[in-house]
């Protein structure tokens, strides 16, 4: 009996080396990329190149027993096989650890995998949402939060982020404009370069490194011009605002070497971009010769079904494959279809073969097959994540992302002492609505509340009243939040409390899940009964700072007509109230402008500073017949790139030099800056165009230049921009760039809405 056992434990070790029987030169580091994909790839069947191709989600406790029976056995079998190339959302290093192990010791070729995960504005140490940071046009400041959200996510197992997200979107109804960076595709792919480099260092070398993760540059395209700001929405938009507006930051992306793409949900003038061959091949992998992958977005090959542009799955997989989507994210189509579609003729193997060779090398640039459980080391997780100086590093992101709206009765920044302050609104003591909607891997109740934030300042009396409850009932990712719209019973208390005091603090606005995927409004009011807490509290006490906690730009005409003050503070992440503080107090001089308009109402959306000039543009004949509203002014409640700080500065002397240029010249461009108020501080110069007449309409404005100066009280800085061919040219609608001659305006100042102005001729 013995005998027996022992002989069949025999056959089967020898049967598995037999199949494990497998040529390791590709693991050898020193011999060159390509060729070590090469190696491998002449090992691999069919159905393990199609494995690469396909990516699951995270599907059991993969520390504990592995799983019997559902769609978890089958993932889990598939793993064993050599059939999946990716998972997303595992994280944590035993559970990486964990899968990879399956991966690399059970499969036959014992390929490792590429791990993904939303690091999208910090792993478990929260910066602000991704709106937040870019109005603070701090590219240093951005990079370094994308550097220790890589920190943190690789230290937790994780190799690569589904981020930056690069949409450019103009319509505050879209819940996803907090994961962007706004409105404008110059600023947009300026901090496009600045995230992509934070997670994955400055070149591709770095990628080899221990704490940078690969970057995804998502959602490839257009997505953020879902009509009317519905979530998963048609796009149906031109081919030179296609190329003008939506495509500069995932271009810039590419030339600072983002290593993936995710493709996006929505059709784009008809056809999905999962299905898009003109954007995935002609475009990304064509024009720009980008090398690494393209992932598509959850289920997206699945959903061309819904959008009606496949019939089956074997259509959709062949549609999106020849289309160039070379890693299926959760329709788990690939696997079932990919290898039969190649044995029938319909796909070549040869792009098979293109789509693996490019995970592959991502893969091999990572590290990952000179060692599979790099990430994966305990004491490591345990030293980085949650680290001081990674808090330290968060808390000033969240500083420089504050806004100031309005600052009138010198109520800001508040007196440290001999003040009687009310802080009043229930988002004032929330511990876990400011970190925001993509915030997996943190902990409820792990923010510095702005209640924590000031009672850190002791030198005044404080005193906290909520108001009223913003939300009912469970607040979480996956559900529909409820809003507070009857309970107005602590109003009075708040208002008893504001009667008498010197100041009082108000922190209203949206919840934490009320921004993000899935979550498109059609008002941008302040929910519940938060206008009509405000409304209460004002008419006993008119003292009133407004701070805003929101996702999105906010349409709110009553508070800025009445309320003397206003912070625009996001949803800051980890330490919210500590830099809430800061900034209320003067320990910070907000510097932030808005990266995005916000309306009067939200009947104004889509608005953005960038628009096109009508026919009719000003009220020329002192009647209706001009563009407008006839119950609003059509200029934004607060335009794009505008913001205030405790200082004021002053704009003098804008040269522009040469007058007349030629194409392939130089303009020159200077002004000076002068800080005349009573404090240090820092102002964001931002240098705007207009070409005056041009073969196709040009924006009234486009931002072509910036820069964050830090002027002491009384310091005077002469700021210069240049402007080229890169800047004055435009793309048209066959997406041929043009640089024409002409004339050009030039803006220079502190918002989009003013500045000092000149003018050039470009000649040929
Ligand atoms: C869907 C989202 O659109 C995308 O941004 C995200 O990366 C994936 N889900 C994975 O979570």
């Not at 069949?8 to 199949?19: D, K, Q, R, Y």
């Not at 159905?47 to 029976?69: I, L, R």
């Not at 940078?212 to 048609?234: I, P």
């Not at 000076?672 to 705007?688: F, M, P, R, T």
Request: aromatic content about 8%; charged content about 25%.
């Amino acid at each position: 009996m013995k005998h027996k056992r022992l002989l069949i434990i025999g056959i089967i070790s020898l049967a598995t080396t037999t199949m494990n029987a497998q040529n390791k030169d590709h693991l050898d580091p020193k011999k060159p990329i390509e060729e070590r994909i090469s190696l491998l790839l002449k090992q691999m069947t069919l159905e393990e190149k199609v494995g690469q191709m396909n990516q699951y989600n995270g599907f059991w406790e993969v520390t504990g027993p592995s799983p019997k029976g559902g769609d978890a056995e089958v993932k889990y079998e598939h793993l064993r096989k050599g059939w999946v190339g990716s998972m997303l959302s595992v994280r944590g290093v035993k559970n990486v650890k964990a899968v990879q192990k399956i991966a690399v010791e059970e499969s036959r070729l014992g390929i490792p995998l590429i791990i993904g995960f939303d690091v999208i504005h910090g792993y478990k140490t929260l910066s602000p949402i991704p709106l937040a940071e870019a109005a603070s046009w701090d590219l240093e400041a951005i990079k370094k939060s994308a550097q220790v959200a890589a920190d943190e996510a690789s230290a937790a197992g994780i190799n690569w982020t589904f981020g930056p997200m690069m949409d450019v979107a103009r319509d505050a109804r879209w819940g996803r404009v907090m994961e962007g960076s706004g409105e404008d595709p110059y600023l947009g792919s300026k901090i496009a370069v600045a995230r992509v480099k934070g997670f994955q260092g400055e070149t591709t070398a770095d990628l080899a490194k221990v704490n940078t993760l690969a970057s995804c540059a998502k959602h490839f395209a257009a997505y953020g011009f879902a009509e009317a700001g519905r979530d998963y929405n048609t796009v149906d938009i031109s081919t030179s605002t296609l190329y003008n507006v939506v495509l500069p930051p995932f271009k810039a992306a590419k030339e600072a070497g983002v290593r993936t793409y995710m493709n996006s949900f929505n059709i784009l003038n008809g056809i999905p971009a999962t299905g898009n061959s003109f954007l995935q091949r002609t475009i990304l992998k064509g024009d720009w010769k980008f090398d690494g992958f393209i992932v598509t977005d959850w289920a997206s090959i699945r959903e061309m079904k819904s959008h009606g542009f496949a019939k089956d799955a074997a259509d959709a997989s062949a549609k999106a494959v020849l289309a160039g989507a070379d890693m299926d994210m959760e329709s788990h189509y690939y696997v079932a279809e990919l290898v039969k579609l190649v044995q029938s003729g319909q796909v070549k193997e040869a792009l098979i073969d293109d789509a693996v060779r490019r995970i592959l090398r991502v893969k091999f640039e990572l590290g990952l097959f000179d060692n599979p459980y790099k990430y994966c080391d305990e004491v490591r997780e345990q030293q980085v994540i949650g680290s001081k100086a990674n808090n330290e590093a968060v808390l000033d992101m969240a500083k420089k992302s504050i806004v100031l709206l309005k600052n009138e009765k010198s109520l800001l920044p508040l007196k440290k002492s001999g003040q009687k302050i009310v802080l009043i609104g229930a988002l004032a003591s929330d511990k876990t609505s400011p970190l925001g909607s993509w915030r997996i891997a943190s902990d409820d109740e792990t923010a510095i509340s702005v209640l924590e934030g000031m009672q850190a300042y002791k030198g005044n009396t404080l005193t906290y009243e909520k108001g009223a409850a913003l939300t009912v009932g469970k607040t979480t990712f996956i559900d529909e939040l409820v809003f507070n719209t009857t309970d107005k019973s602590g109003f009075e208390a708040a208002q008893n409390a504001a009667k008498n005091a010197d100041v009082v603090v108000m922190v209203l606005g949206e919840h934490g899940f009320q921004s993000g995927e899935a979550r498109s409004r059609t008002n941008l009011d302040l929910p519940g009964v938060q206008q009509e807490l405000l409304e209460a509290v004002y008419k006993v006490n008119p003292n009133i700072v407004l701070v805003l906690n929101n996702g999105r730009p906010l349409a709110l005409p009553w508070a800025s007509e009445h309320v003397p003050a206003i912070v625009e503070a996001w949803q800051l992440g980890t330490q919210t109230g500590a830099a809430v503080a800061q900034v209320l107090y003067g320990d910070y001089n907000p510097s932030g402008k808005l990266p995005m308009s916000f309306p009067r109402n939200v009947g104004q959306c889509p608005i953005y500073y960038n628009n096109y000039n009508t026919g009719r543009p000003i009220n020329a004949e002192k009647n209706v017949f001009w563009s407008h509203y006839s119950d609003v002014e059509k200029t934004p409640l607060y335009p794009f790139g505008f913001g205030l700080s405790y200082t004021t500065f002053d704009y003098k002397n804008l040269k522009v030099t040469p007058t007349a240029s030629v194409k392939g010249g130089v303009v020159q461009v200077t002004v000076e800056v002068s800080n005349i108020g009573a404090y240090d501080g820092k102002e964001v110069v931002q240098l705007y165009i207009h070409d005056e007449v041009a073969s196709l309409a040009r924006p009234v404005l486009e931002l072509k230049g910036f820069e964050l100066v830090a002027l002491k009280k009384g310091e005077t800085k002469t700021i210069s921009f240049q402007l080229t061919d890169k800047e004055l040219g435009f793309y048209d609608n066959e997406g041929r760039y043009l640089v024409e001659a002409g004339t050009f305006k030039v803006r220079v100042g502190g918002s989009s809405d003013k500045g000092l102005e000149g003018r050039f001729e470009l000649g040929f």
